[in-house]
RNA sequence: GGCCUUGUGGUCAAGCGGUUAAGACGGCGCCCUCUCACGGCGCAAUCCCGGGUUCGAUUCCCGGCAAGGUCACCA
């Protein structure tokens, strides 16, 4: 058969050189050890956590060594693509601080471009012209409808699916069938002739999860589509070869691809970069785990988690300790260091799936937050609160001293500890919700309400906003004392039939009073922030609503 | 079903022939001048199973089992 014309009629016309490609997209010049990475999403816009994970470990592996995250787009497939899906992506990374050096919608070099693939249409077509040329890859036929049908088959049968081997129909068709098949005008794709044997076993060194075999491929995959497309393996192969990826950290589930993509580097005659598969974020899922899913889980999506108002740093954190299992160690020592100073290593990532943990994820978040200044909360929250708030949530940061102020007392600011009350952007509005709003409704009390009565007729008659903590707390005592209840703890616990409660009590009282919450910081400072008249006034408020207006 | 990957407390995990089998999250308990938060202390809880190899296996080998992934003109 000749091949020369057969391909000329599959393909015609001129195509640059193979050398041409090779000029053009010239090796990196790069110090040794560098490494060039990529992310090479498909512009369905859509990013989720599994993404950034990998983009995350992408980006590390790169700028640690001194080279380049490049930002390609996998629009081989028209049917996902979406509008704006790449600045999307672009910006949904650059919250968690992942930059790209080149790609596509970032400028830079340009040198490697287009990033787009659906601009590289030609130069995939030259090289399977290449391999048709030299009997590598062949024209195919065979309608969808043939390939469900020997699907079937091969499955009735209990045999290997796909097209492969006696099940290739069009891999020896004559020069003749060929030739009649194209002058009838049926549409073709374009297969690779696999060499392989599924019998022999490949050792491969993956830089995740070590070594590994791999089985050799047989499968006749399709490389070109109908309408002159490639594949994503066939433009893999062809785009990290010629922008000269020199690692590929990619998910778990291209490991049964693998076979395929090292029979098309070495058909291309091309050096394979090396390849990292890191696992995939796991969900458990009643009785089993299961892989994270973009329909099943919102908590996949990175929107959740501004939605939510997660800060950003708080989940680059969590994704770093998944990531690399030395990280948490090395963020105990290192509390306040720049993360990009930590030694990420691939080959410390883990090799099994990981359940996602959203306990873990809470309590690495009220740590980052309670790093904060008051002045970079109140920015935080605002920016939350202007995208997500509600109107009274904005009306929150109209007297910016005061949510300062709020905040300080709220993260223990200027105290011996911080406090750590604060999770999320949505929870840390609700929280200070009370130094804004009055109480709409009251948490349980422990003691009876015509004791409560009593106690805030009391609080009433001695209150005096200028007292310091110390003099404020002493009349609280003495409210307790005037009402049988222990002003000492001490004196409680030691008799605790003795009384009608405790001082403890009392303040839960005046606490739920003015808050209509149990549990809350300093309850002076507070009522220090709130002023005295809004004090007086919820105090009356809370008489009347909370204890039906009793009097004696 | 074939192939590949993975199997240490509930979760993330150190460990890689001899350890009281780290640590973190979560749970529980106690302590900490009024609650909460913070902090401190403590408790419970783990080497998938069965064979080998070895003086000795969580660690090495074999075989099971389980889980996950994948078998498209999607990526």
Known sequence: MNYQLLAERLLPG??????????????????KGAEVTRLAPSPTGFIHLGNLFAAIANERIAHRSGGILYLRIEDTDLKRKVDGAVEAVINALKYFDIRFDEGAEIGGDETYAPWYQRGRAEIYRAYAKRLIEEGRAYPCFCTEEELELLREEQTKKKEITGYYGKYAKCRDLSEEEIYRNLDAGKPFVIRLRSMGNPENKIK?????????????NDQDVVILKSDGIPTYHFAHAIDDHLMRTTLVIRGEEWL???????????????????YGHNCSLMKQDGETRRKLSKRKDPELSLEFYRKDGYFPRAVKVYMLTLLNSNFEEWYLKNPDADLNEFPFKASKMSKSGTLFDLDKLSDISKNELSKLSAEQMAAFLRGWAEEFGTEAQRGFFADEEKMLRVLSLCMGIGGKKRRKDFTTASQAMEFIRYFFERPAAYEELRTESAVCARVLKDFLARYRYGDDAQAWFASVKEIAAANGFAAEMKDYKANPQGYRGSVADVAEILRIATTGKANTPDLWTIQQILGEAEVRERAELALRDLCGGEDK
């Not at 001129?14 to 110090?31: C, D, I, N, Q, V």
């Not at 491969?204 to 050799?216: L, P, R, Y």
């Open 204 to 216: 491969f060194h993956d830089e995740i999860k070590g070594e590994i075999t791999v089985t050799e």
């Open 256 to 274: 049964a691809s693998l076979p395929i993509h090292i029979e098309l580097f070495e058909a291309l005659g091309f050096e394979r970069p090396r």
């Open 14 to 31: 001129e195509y640059p050189s193979l050398a041409s490609f090779e000029e053009k997209y010239p090796p990196r010049a790069l110090p």
